[in-house]
């Protein structure tokens, strides 16, 4: 090959198979609008609230997430941006390249809570309460775990029942991140008629919202029991949508793919900081990056990011043209997830005792991780989730 018909583009070790050409102008615009709000707001601060165990100012993030579009993104109508699934994906990256329990504020508060009372509310509620919500005036939560019963929400306690017209709503859901800080809180609960789904708002006597203490991961999170002792109810609180386990579900699914983006963020933050260590750390004379054994840490690294981006990008595509299965979605999260956290281990090698400084992201993405790995299906249930999907077998009874 002759020096004139060489490939002019160079390579770019933060995007080595350049996937920055699937993108458009759009994606990313939104992209840089969110990693800049994110390197302002959250990077200066985030070692500071994951060590004190708390997110302070969680309304006024709120209200700024609101104010770029990240809240409910990738719905339609009622102040919401109406963005694409890659768009929302890419943000979900950024934010959780912050740190996880910032991503899982939105997640919760998008794919989760706004997108119940998108899907299945009533109009009437879709009015009273996205436009708060899509603006970030209002904060929402999502209660389906419960305190003794997590990949079996077939088997949840929380009952209503109904008395003259209105619900008496009694129950307890734990691990619910936004629930202390929420306006509302979408609660499932078994009924007469099968599950079904509630809006609460959070000022009605007998609900209350405990937050939990004593985590070691998700710790810049607001993570919160609800408790549900007599709570009374209009009947125009249950979203008139959806009966059964489909409602919930169809919830999950949507958050999922975010954490299929999400994990690649905390995965990318860690091998960079991995990255820029290894080029200007020194050991025997010369930076550790020009060791064979660091290098190869490095290279898998980076392949398992980038082909984990590649996948979430995929998965986008299938969604925004409507093909996207849930199984495919058990794939990525599966997939990244693990893989994510694989990354966060190894980087914390290559930057030895340092590693497990606050002063470098990689431990705290580590330890984020955890969490993420269980919420939203453990990895045992993804798992048979693909293992039926591949066998036609079911085995989760």
Not at 84 to 107: K, P
Not at 174 to 201: H, K, L
Not at 276 to 305: C, H, S
Not at 362 to 391: D, F, I
Request: glycine share 10%; aromatic share 6%.
């Amino acid at each position: 090959m002759s020096a004139s018909s060489a490939p002019k583009n160079p390579f770019v070790p933060t995007d080595p198979l350049g996937l920055d050409e699937l993108l458009s102008p759009e994606d990313l615009a939104v992209r840089d609008t969110v990693r800049a709000w994110a390197t302002d707001r959250v990077l200066p601060h985030i070692a500071q609230w994951y060590e004190a165990g708390e997110l302070p100012g969680i309304r006024e993030l709120a209200r700024e997430l609101g104010s770029i579009g990240a809240l409910g993104m990738s719905l339609t109508g009622y102040g919401c941006a109406g963005a694409s699934a890659v768009q929302y994906g890419l943000a979900c990256l950024e934010l959780e390249a912050a740190d996880s329990g910032i991503r899982s504020l939105v997640s919760v508060q998008g794919s989760l809570a706004m997108y119940a009372i998108w899907k299945y509310g009533s109009e009437e509620q879709k009015q009273r309460w996205l436009p708060g919500m899509a603006a970030g005036e209002l904060i929402g939560c999502f209660g389906l775990t419960e305190p003794d019963v997590g990949s079996d929400p077939a088997a949840m306690r929380t009952h209503a029942k109904r008395e003259g017209s209105d619900w008496i709503l009694n129950g307890r859901k734990m691990w619910i991140t936004n629930g202390s800080a929420a306006s509302v809180a979408v609660v499932w609960a078994q009924t007469d008629e099968g599950i079904r789904g509630f809006a609460v708002p959070t000022d009605t006597p007998g609900f209350s919202a405990p937050e939990i203490k004593h985590k070691w991961s998700l710790r810049a999170s607001v993570t919160s029991e609800l408790v549900m002792d007599d709570v009374r109810l209009p009947a125009d609180a249950v979203l008139p949508g959806v009966t059964g386990l489909k409602g919930p579900l169809g919830c999950l699914s949507h958050a999922r793919y975010g954490i299929v983006w999400g994990a690649m963020g905390a995965a990318r933050a860690s091998f960079e900081a991995a990255l820029d260590y290894a080029r200007t750390r020194e050991q025997f004379g010369r930076p550790i990056g020009g060791f064979q054994l660091t290098q190869a840490k490095l290279a898998d690294m980076a392949l398992e990011l980038h082909k984990g981006i590649l996948l979430a990008h995929h998965l986008g595509r299938r969604m925004d043209a409507g093909t996207l299965r849930p199984e495919q979605i058990s794939f990525g999260k599966l997939n990244n997830v693990r893989e994510a956290i694989d990354i966060c281990r190894t980087a914390r090698t290559v930057l030895g005792a340092n590693g497990i400084s606050l002063e470098y992201p990689v431990m705290r993405h580590a330890t984020n991780l955890e969490s993420v790995l269980t919420y939203e299906g453990t990895v045992e249930m993804h798992q048979l989730v693909l293992g039926k999907a591949l066998t036609g077998l079911d085995a989760f009874r």
